[in-house]
């Protein structure tokens, strides 16, 4: 290996960094080589003279400066994150907020077609004739059908005072018991009804 | 024998450690006064690596800002067990890596404020002056360096580590970091022969 090859593991040798088999053989060489002897010397000299910048410190003013901004920087993070985590967070957060919105608006609309939807309530099948008896042959008028007991939500302006009120045709209705006698002395038919006023 | 960066802060670690892990935990809940205490405690490190690698005061104002925002942010993905230092070191380089292409900035030096680096009323005016400028050389030299040859010869002779470990914070194989570093060794040995011209090199 020629000296100049050598000037390479020299430089490393000054501070140690060559491992055993190399430290060696550079050291036998430097016994051998007055030029290489010289360049590690030069290089120890020059080496701690580098090293001297080691001591080398920043300003206070110039730390306390670094340390405001990024102090600064960190509120302003804070506080940006405690939005963020409310509304614009992770993957994750929006997926939940997400499907919760869309929960609220699809109860909302199933509640609201279910309103719309809503069936009046079935009327009674009128009675035509029930049975002929012997006894007693009444026709009975069939009863007026309830009234729904949901309507559906209609905004209305004002109630109007000239309109009736429906409740009036129901409190006009009195109970009324009709007995059937059938052939058969054993069997009696009641029939629970309700009569009109004027029927 | 000399003991590394790593070896330094492994000595008497675990309480160091502890105490860090600690304060991490309460700045993650929002403690700003403890991620204030982690700033004090590593500003100078990361302050001077920055300058060190970039050469001026702004921009290593710029990237140690910038180290601690990042320390901030990925605070959580720390693992604690571990010392925060090589943590902060490594984010430094990466900051400084990407910092240091296109930067204009003109280089400043240190301002010395420790007591024992304030110039000595009582010695010779000539030496002082001799080793200011040495040192202005030194930073010229080593602002020269090619970037790989600079983190790696800073990280070796200026901050301490192993060459193993600074192969580690570079990402580079160890036999490159060798290289590199006998290299820059080299180029600042002519430099300081260039600026002695046959004076005594102040040590």
Known sequence: MSCHEFERLVALYVEGDLDGTEHWHVEAHLLACPACRNLADDLKESQAAFKSIRQDGPNPAVLLSVRTRVLEDVAGMQSKNWLERLFLGGLRQRATLAGFALLLVGGWLLRNSRQHDMPAAVPPPPVVAVHEPQVFTETVAPTPPPEPETKPLVRRPRPMPAVAAPEEHVEAATPVTIKFVTDNPNVIIYWLGDERKGD | ?203
């Open chain 2, 1 to 203: 024998m000399e003991l590394s960066a790593s070896q330094l802060w492994m000595s008497g670690a675990d309480e160091e450690i502890e105490a860090t892990a600690k304060l991490i935990e309460r700045a993650i809940t929002g403690d700003r006064t403890a991620f204030e205490e982690i700033v004090l405690q590593h500003e100078r490190r990361v302050f001077t690596l920055a300058y060190r690698l970039l050469g001026t005061e702004e921009d290593a104002q710029d990237a140690a800002q910038e180290v601690f925002l990042r320390a901030f942010k990925y605070m959580r993905r720390f693992d604690t067990t571990r010392p925060l230092e090589p943590w902060l070191v490594r984010m430094t380089v990466n900051v400084c890596k990407r910092a240091g292409r296109g930067r204009t900035r003109t280089r400043s030096l240190f301002v010395y404020n420790d007591g024992a680096q304030q110039p000595d009323s009582g010695r010779d005016p000539y030496a002082l002056m001799r080793a200011e400028e040495q040192k202005r050389v030194l930073y010229d030299v080593l602002t020269g360096l090619p970037e790989k040859e600079r983190a790696a010869i800073v990280l070796r002779d200026l901050e301490g580590f192993s060459t193993a470990e600074v192969a580690d914070i570079l990402g580079s194989a160890e036999a490159t970091v060798r290289s590199q570093i006998s290299v820059a060794r080299l180029k600042i040995r002519k430099a300081i022969d260039r600026m002695k011209g046959g004076r005594d090199v102040v040590s």
